[in-house]
């Protein structure tokens, strides 16, 4: 009785120390998500991090509105390009916790997010332009052109942002959920 007995605690002990071993592997991939969705968007890999996003949140904002949602559209154009170029180095991502809910596959992770302020704006870039005639892209492009210049020689503030991204499991694998 005394072998069975010790048999079926030790097997109980085995259960319960490898469903705390999934649950603490689970931590690492959740946080790995939630920073590599945040990258992304710091290097303006829109698409990427679009791609990251859960089936729902898919079905309900398509690629174009995101990308406009987020940030700006991926583009070629070498104004854009500088612009990402300049921007990402003055990011920086800290993850300060991430929690999940077994039952309902989900996760939060908190974070704070050091980024140029997303506020910021150059409204007198836009006045130059309009006051040069400039149209639709051209007068983008200008205004791009004064948004990177400004972030180069450091006179958009740079911020610290608390945010919690949530996350969803489908299919084995965690995805971002897109809060509207």
Known sequence: ????????????????ASSQCKKT???????ETARNYWDALFRGQTR???????SESQGFIVFPDYARKVGLYPSSIKEVRDYWEVYYPL????IQSATFDRKTKTAVVSLVLTQPDP???PDDAVAEAESLGLEEGEKGRFVLRAMTEALREG?????????????IKEEDEWRIVFTR
């Open 119 to 121: 506020k910021w704006f």
């Open 25 to 31: 592997d689970e931590v690492p991939v959740i946080k």
């Open 155 to 167: 006179t958009v503030p740079v911020v610290k942002i608390a945010e919690n991204t949530r996350l």
């Open 1 to 16: 009785m005394n072998r069975s007995l010790s048999i079926f605690l030790g097997l109980g002990l085995l259960v319960l």
């Open 91 to 94: 990011t920086e991502i800290q």
């Open 48 to 54: 990427a991090a679009y791609e990251m996003l859960d």
